[in-house]
């Protein structure tokens, strides 16, 4: 028959009791130094019990009531699914719970005479309880509150069982626990002895001392409060087992699609085959760069030259709409103005009639108007400007002439 290790964690010290059936194999207790840490007390404590290396015992372990608490949650509704009904206290637990800056650890919570009772666990507690098994390579069975197992081990009505500052007073009912409290060691009557079940009784000395560790060893096997239970070892076993059965069913499938690998590693060769050409490539992706900056400069050209004024559509349109017996003397044009110099009867209806044209709305006369006289003819000298604005400049180029297309590389 297996060897089931009860082992009890509170603020001070660490026991723990090896049970065979009902049988105590082995009880002992260690206290936890000023600066020793609770998973080295843990690991000190293991390594003493009368254990066959060959042996893999299950730890169900208990903590003490200064860094677990037990509560009826009466303000959780139940439901029909546990799992469901865990994850809403887990993720109340700081609505639930007294947290105090350390994190906790939820346990599945269990009904108890048509009460839900739920319980937490300081998180660095239960981790310093998995690293010590891990480290014996011990099978960890559950995690729980010593509240919820001491009325296995004890048949006292009342127990206040302390732990450092704290203590916890327990109240008996017909279905196990009626009611748990939490409170100052200082202000409760701690009992100085306890009447232990049968088992217990057997060790020698203060044997109820020791009545959380060995009321988590027979609390094991039954639905209590607690983190992972004899069923979730069980779980993970199965899951282990899907994973050998998936293997070997990948294993078998890459056996019947060994063709198609060996298809794959022809494409790899063929692949292979064209690394010559990669050079080529290189050059031709190089040339093609070179292509691409030829054509962006051409299309730099291009864009210049549909930017620069119509100068033949500017003449045009001066010789279209200058009015009779108006003539032209000296012409100018740049990028900013067009400047003409006229003479004729009437410089005045010369800038009118330019005015008229869309592109030299903003014609006007520059200096002063001279008169001269030819043969017997009086006229009128004067020099008109044209802004060219980007408008102006674009207007003047449409209908008689395409913008030139940019090139395409």
Not at 183 to 194: C, G, K, M, N, S
Not at 197 to 225: E, I, M, N, P, T
Request: some cysteine.
């Amino acid at each position: 028959m297996k060897i089931v290790i009860g082992l009890a964690l509170d603020s001070t010290s660490v026991r723990a009791v090896a049970v065979r059936g009902e049988t105590i194999v082995a009880a002992v207790e260690s206290e936890i130094g000023h600066d020793e840490s609770s998973g080295h007390a843990i690991a000190s404590l293991l390594a003493q019990l009368p254990i066959s290396r060959w042996s893999v015992p299950t730890v169900y372990a208990v903590v003490g009531p200064a860094s677990a608490q037990v509560k009826n949650l009466m303000g959780i509704p139940s439901v029909s699914d546990s799992r469901l009904q865990d994850r809403m206290i887990g993720e109340s637990a700081g609505r639930l719970f007294l947290r105090n800056g350390i994190p906790l650890v939820t346990a599945s919570s269990t009904e108890i005479g048509g009460a839900l009772w739920g319980a937490a666990i300081d998180e660095p507690a239960v981790r310093a309880i998995e690293s010590a098994c891990r480290q014996f390579r011990f099978r960890m069975g559950a995690i729980a509150p010593a509240v919820a197992t001491l009325v296995a081990a004890l048949d006292d009505e009342r127990i206040v069982w302390r732990d450092g500052d704290v203590a916890a007073e327990i109240i008996r009912g017909a279905f196990g626990i009626e009611s748990v409290r939490r409170l100052p060691a200082d202000t409760v009557e701690i009992q100085q002895e306890y009447r232990p079940v049968a088992q217990l009784a057997s060790l020698s000395g203060d044997a109820w001392r020791f009545a959380d560790a060995y009321g988590a060893a027979l609390a094991g096997h039954r639905k209590w409060l607690a983190i992972g239970d004899e069923a979730a070892v069980h779980r993970r076993s199965q899951r282990r087992l899907t994973a050998a059965a998936a293997f070997a069913t990948v294993m078998l499938g890459a056996a019947l699609i060994a063709p198609g690998l060996a298809a794959t590693f022809a494409h790899r060769r063929l692949e292979r085959s064209l690394v010559p050409l990669a050079p080529l490539v290189a050059e031709s992706a190089r040339q093609e760069g070179v292509l691409a900056d030829v054509s962006g400069a051409l299309n730099q050209v291009t864009r210049f030259g549909n930017s620069r004024p119509d100068v033949t559509g500017l003449l045009a349109a001066l010789a279209t709409n200058l009015p009779p017996r108006t003539a032209i003397t000296s012409l100018k044009v740049d990028s900013r103005a067009l400047t003409i110099t006229v003479i004729g009867a009437s410089v005045a209806d010369a800038v009118t009639a330019l005015a008229k044209v869309p592109t030299m709305r903003n014609a006007s006369i520059v200096g002063a108007i001279t008169r001269e006289t030819a043969g017997v003819e009086e006229l009128e000298r004067a020099t008109i400007v044209v802004p060219l604005t980007s408008a102006a400049r674009a207007a003047a180029q449409p209908g008689n002439r395409r913008p030139r297309r940019p090139v395409q590389p």
